[in-house]
């Protein structure tokens, strides 16, 4: 059982590139959701999907598309990376723990773009 | 829109020190509130709290929640190296399990 897993670790890219942030979850998750954490700034809701084949708009959506492929698998694209989209992304699906719901994190991505 | 702040930012003790981390709320439909714990990857969940007065524990960590106040604290006695690390408030008033992130207090125990 591997909860949360994200792929790459590590990326950089230019401005202007594009790129798919893959993240995928075992637990039987019906919500995941995407985050990015700048420094100072905390944890902000890119999107989420609340169940397979909806998504919507989280807290800083500008510059992201996001595809919830089925249950497992929900993915964050950037398509013309800006300096201003470097920073840590998370990804995370919600589940119950002692009858109440919480998010699950996987391990992050950071994103470097120059 | 939903708000969630911290305090303080960030916080130096020794160990062996008591500390205590605030957190406070204004949110239109309350659920839950959730502390993690960030240690240079991805946060751990701590504790989930509903109801208020009820102190919630897991060995030197506890937390408690004043709904009619709109906050919490988050307790650690007898702190270690081990505990240092950037403790992060949600709160989880949205719908489909959205929360609401602080922006964290950053803990540095030093020996």
């Known amino acids: 059982n591997a909860g949360v897993t994200q792929t790459p670790k590590f990326q950089v890219l230019k401005t202007g590139q594009s790129m798919t942030l893959q993240c995928a979850q075992d637990?039987?998750?019906?919500?995941m959701y995407w985050y990015r954490q700048d420094p100072g700034m905390g944890l902000r809701l890119i999107y989420y999907s609340a169940s397979e084949g909806t998504t919507d708009k989280g807290e800083v959506p500008n510059g992201y598309n996001v595809s919830r492929l089925n249950k497992r698998e929900f993915s964050l694209r950037l398509e013309s990376a800006a300096p201003s989209q470097t920073s840590v992304y998370f990804c995370?699906?919600?589940?119950?723990?002692?009858?109440?719901?919480?998010?699950?994190f996987g391990p992050g991505t950071r994103l470097l773009v120059l | 829109e939903d708000k969630v702040v911290q305090s303080p930012l960030s916080l130096v003790v020794h160990e062996g020190d008591t500390v205590t981390l605030n957190c406070s709320y204004e949110?239109?439909?309350?659920?839950?509130l959730l502390w993690y714990k960030q240690e240079k990857k991805a946060p751990t969940f701590l504790f989930m709290l509903t109801s208020s007065g009820i102190e919630k524990k897991s060995g030197r960590l506890s937390s408690i929640l004043d709904k009619k106040e709109l906050f919490s604290i988050l307790n650690i006695t007898a702190t270690q190296t081990g505990d240092s690390a950037v403790y992060l408030c949600a709160e989880g008033g949205g719908s489909n399990y959205k929360l609401t992130f602080g922006k964290g207090t950053l803990l540095t125990v030093n020996p």
């Open positions: 949110v239109t439909n309350f659920r839950s």
């Open positions: 995370a699906s919600a589940g119950r723990v002692a009858g109440s719901e919480t998010q699950y």
């Open positions: 637990m039987n998750h019906n919500s």
